[in-house]
C-alpha cells in the first residue's frame, strides 16, 4: 500500500517538475497562478513528502505532511465544485491508503492505534 501511495507522489511531483502543459492548465483552472514556478515549487514540495513517507525513519513526518498536502488538495477541489467522488475524495482515498500502509510496516502505530474486532 505504501508503495502505491509513494509511486503516486512521485509521478504527481515529477509531472509538475518538467511542468507539462496540462499541468499548469488545470493549475489554472483551479484557481492558482500555474507558473511554472509554482508547478516546480509543489513538484518539488511533493517529492520531498513522498521522501520523508519512504523512509522508515521519518515516515510518520511523511505522513503528517502528506496528510496536510491532500486535505489542501481536497479544500481547493471543494473550492471550484470539482466531482465529489473522482476529485475531491481522491485526497481522502489517497491518505488512507498511507495511512494503512504505514500501519501496516511500523508496529509503533500498531500500537498507538490497535484495531479491535
Excluded at 509513494?6 to 489554472?28: C, R
Excluded at 503528517?64 to 471543494?78: D, E, K, S
Excluded at 467522488?85 to 498507538?112: C, E, M, N, P, S
Aim: charged share 10%.
Amino acid at each position: 500500500m505504501s508503495g502505491l501511495v509513494v509511486a503516486f507522489l512521485i509521478f504527481d511531483g515529477g509531472i509538475k517538475l518538467i511542468p507539462i502543459a496540462p499541468v499548469t492548465e488545470t493549475m489554472q483552472q483551479l484557481g492558482f497562478s500555474g507558473t511554472i514556478a509554482q508547478a516546480r515549487g509543489l513538484g518539488i514540495l511533493t517529492l520531498g513528502i513522498a521522501l520523508l513517507y519512504a523512509f522508515p525513519k521519518t515516515s510518520v513526518l511523511g505522513a503528517i505532511l502528506l496528510t496536510g498536502l491532500l486535505g489542501g488538495a481536497m479544500a481547493t477541489h471543494l473550492r471550484v465544485d470539482s466531482p465529489l467522488f473522482t476529485h475531491l475524495l481522491f485526497g481522502l482515498y489517497l491518505g488512507v491508503i498511507a495511512w494503512g500502509g504505514l500501519w501496516l510496516r511500523d508496529g509503533r502505530l500498531r500500537k498507538l492505534l490497535p484495531i479491535r474486532l
